[in-house]
């Protein structure tokens, strides 16, 4: 039984985390200190884990709670999601105020201006000020239940702030990936010789779609609340204005930005102050969106089709603009990767000069038939990143060069390799200095091994003086050769040898998000620690118990064979281990107690000992995954009497079937992976 006063100071330290996480998170305006914030933390978990009794679901420790889902569930919306009407220019805005006004029978009415943000549409719902459900918009009328992974986007209450609210309550609003942590996303991304993300939009979409909660916690989405769905209660505002003053009185962020107008050429005038300037903040915004402020004007006007009368995006210009490829150029990535890149003739677009663009790989340039000297249309897409649209064909002169992909690596020259089923190509040379330079910096960096002072040009340095041939002669570093070194100085090589010797205990997850193995960055690296615990426990692994991990499909298990396959990277590791950095994690939740992590399981037909929930539950207890459906990562198929259609895709799709005997000798082993 928990004590009274356990009971008060839970409810005590969960105000106050939720007060600073809203001060942070919502109004960005903290007032107090990350190491108190820590500390409140700290002792919530504490009193949480010696009463377990008293947590609860919107507790702030919470967030991150789930287990990863076989599939998403469908939600239906109460109200259906609907869509905007497009301007695109001044006659067409002042063609729908002039409709408006017709409809409305008044020439004076308020209306709200407000950007139109570029990610994706959420309903969330709360019962009696709990936020109980999370709903992407789908088709409009049904969408996707991802509340545990909205649960992880701090600025979203999991409390509504304020005590008088409606039984039922429901809030929509757009999910996005702010520009600066795509394109540090995106960097990480390209270093380990995966495929940029087009946009923000396309990021949030995806990481919002993640099964496993842990994933969508690690990115940084944030949310702006603009609009109310469906509601059950009274006092509710009426107008548009005050429902966003209301949102955030109940702890929503809202633009901050908006403005209500009474003439369309206000409105247009709050609409030109945004064309440039909207490439400054930090979320992308296609547009404005103009709404009628009282809501019983909107109630009035409807809705026709899946567009709303009573509103309008007015979308800005697209920012693209045409100049000339002048060059191509090619780098090499810390996995060897060879990238090549556009040299543009400079080009303002939107405000910002731009004079490269990436240009992925051999294929993308032979698709778009780039050749040197051509005439292109250059966009920023998602205001963030220069693509190449197109080339401009009938602006070419005969003089035009087709590029010729490198077939040597520009850094070290050995041969170029093309692996099967992969867009880029790659420098295999284990000590290609060109390559060691990029995976020395990704080694140190501040979310790798994080190797204080010694970013910037030391990596490079250390290579020319060939004090370093690999990641893990770092740790081999000698006093006596870092002096030789110009500017070095005793204090300097005493720093940065203490440095590298604070990294050697930093956990497993990060040390294989350091090693630049393809597709493993840090969230990869953090499941693969999870699951098995030690390097040596991952070495052992074969493609099926890799597979096997929720999230880890047949191309990061391809890239972590072939990677240990390498005698040169298993020499570095052995170097590693032997310079006394950490190669294994204290089992956190130890495959032993839950045999069943990372399987898939199906059940059908019926069952003599459980009932189809016990087992279902006792799979999930036991770490595995229960989905509905038969399909080619079903690793099981538990299969009692009477077993229909779903014995025969299991059979057809070669998944193995285990009687209810067979299960529970499965579940009782140690050795599932
Ligand atoms: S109001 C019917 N306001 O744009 C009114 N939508 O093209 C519903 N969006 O699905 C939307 N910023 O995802 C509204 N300030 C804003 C918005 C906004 C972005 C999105 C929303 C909607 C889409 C319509």
Redesign the pocket.
């Known amino acids: 039984m928990a004590s009274t006063t356990a009971i008060n100071k839970i409810e005590k330290l969960r105000k106050q985390l939720n007060y600073h996480n809203y001060r942070y998170y919502v109004l960005a305006q903290p007032d107090t200190s990350d190491g108190q914030y820590d500390e409140l933390m700290q002792e919530l978990h504490q009193l949480e884990a010696d009463n377990p009794e008293l947590v609860t679901a919107d507790s702030p420790t919470q967030r991150v709670g789930a287990e990863p889902l076989p599939g998403f569930s469908q939600v239906e919306h109460p109200v259906a ?4 009407a ?1 301007a695109f220019n001044d006659e067409e805005f002042m063609a729908w105020h002039k409709r408006v006004s017709n409809l409305l029978e008044r020439n004076q009415f308020d209306m709200v201006c ?8 959420v309903a969330l719902t709360y019962q009696d000020g709990f936020f109980v459900q999370g709903a992407t ?1 789908g088709n409009g009328l049904v969408g996707e239940d991802v509340t545990q992974n909205l649960r992880t986007i701090k600025s979203i209450p999991l409390r509504l702030l304020s005590a008088d609210v409606p039984s039922r309550l429901e809030v ?3 999910v996005y990936f702010p520009k600066s942590e795509f394109l540090k996303f995106n960097d990480e991304r390209v270093a380990r010789g995966e495929e940029p993300y087009a946009n923000p939009r396309n990021t949030a979409a995806g990481s919002l779609r993640q099964l496993d909660p842990r994933m969508t916690a690690s990115r940084p989405l944030d949310i ?1 609340i ?2 109310l769905g469906y509601v059950e209660g009274d006092g509710l505002p009426e107008t548009h204005a005050k429902s966003l003053d209301y949102f955030k009185d109940l702890g929503f962020k809202v ?1 901050e930005g ?1 403005r209500v107008v009474q003439t369309p050429e206000e409105a247009i005038d709050f609409y030109k102050s945004w064309v440039e300037s909207v490439k400054d903040i930090d979320v992308a ?1 296609d547009g404005v ?1 103009i ?1 009628i402020d009282d809501l019983e004007f909107q109630r009035h006007l409807g ?1 026709v089709g899946r ?2 009368r ?2 309008i ?1 007015y979308k800005f210009p697209a920012v693209q603009s045409v100049t000339q490829l002048l060059d191509i150029a090619v780098n090499v990535g810390r996995t060897g990767s060879i990238n090549p890149y556009a040299i543009l003739e400079p080009v303002v677009i939107g405000g910002a000069t731009v004079q490269r663009a990436t240009l992925h790989n051999e294929e993308y340039i032979r698709a778009k038939d780039l050749r040197v000297g051509d005439w292109i249309v250059v966009e920023r897409a998602g205001e963030v990143i220069p693509q190449i649209v197109s080339v401009i064909t009938s602006s070419r002169t005969g003089n035009e060069k087709p590029f010729e992909f490198p077939t040597e690596c520009p850094s070290c020259g050995e041969a170029v390799v093309n692996p099967e089923d992969e867009a880029a190509a790659f420098c295999v040379n284990a000590s290609c200095p060109e390559q060691l330079v990029r995976l020395l910096e990704h080694f140190v960096s501040r979310n790798s091994m994080d190797i204080d002072g010694m970013g910037g040009k030391w990596g490079g340095i250390l290579i020319q003086h060939g004090l370093i041939k690999d990641v893990a002669d770092l740790y081999f570093l000698k006093k006596e050769s870092l002096l030789e070194i110009e500017r070095m100085g005793e204090k300097s090589a005493d720093n940065m040898i203490a440095a590298i010797a604070a990294s050697k205990s930093r956990p497993l997850a990060r040390l294989l998000a350091s090693l630049g193995i393809r597709h493993v960055g840090s969230e990869v690296g953090e499941l693969l620690a999870r699951y098995f615990t030690s390097m040596d426990n991952l070495m052992a692994a074969t493609e099926k118990s890799l597979t096997a991990i929720p999230n880890i499909g047949p191309r990061i298990a391809e890239s972590l064979m072939g990677y240990f396959a390498n005698q040169s990277n298993r020499a570095v590791i052995e170097k590693l281990r032997e310079a006394g950095v950490r190669v294994k994690d204290e089992p956190r939740e130890g495959p032993a107690e839950q045999p069943l992590i990372g399987l898939r399981f199906v059940v059908t037909g019926r069952l003599e000992q459980f009932s189809r929930s016990q087992i279902e539950g006792r799979i999930k207890e036991l770490g595995g995954a229960v989905s509905g459906s038969v399909s080619k990562r079903t690793n099981y198929l538990v299969a009692g009497a009477d077993a229909g259609s779903k014995l025969a895709d299991a059979q057809s799709l070669d998944v193995k079937v285990l009687s209810e005997e067979e299960f529970l000798a499965l579940a009782d082993s140690t050795q599932a992976i």
């Open positions: 999601m609907i869509s905007l497009n407000e950007l139109k943000y570029d990610g994706l549409a918009r929509r609003g757009e702006f603009y609009s633009s908006f915004a969106v709404k809705i567009e709303p009573w509103a995006a």
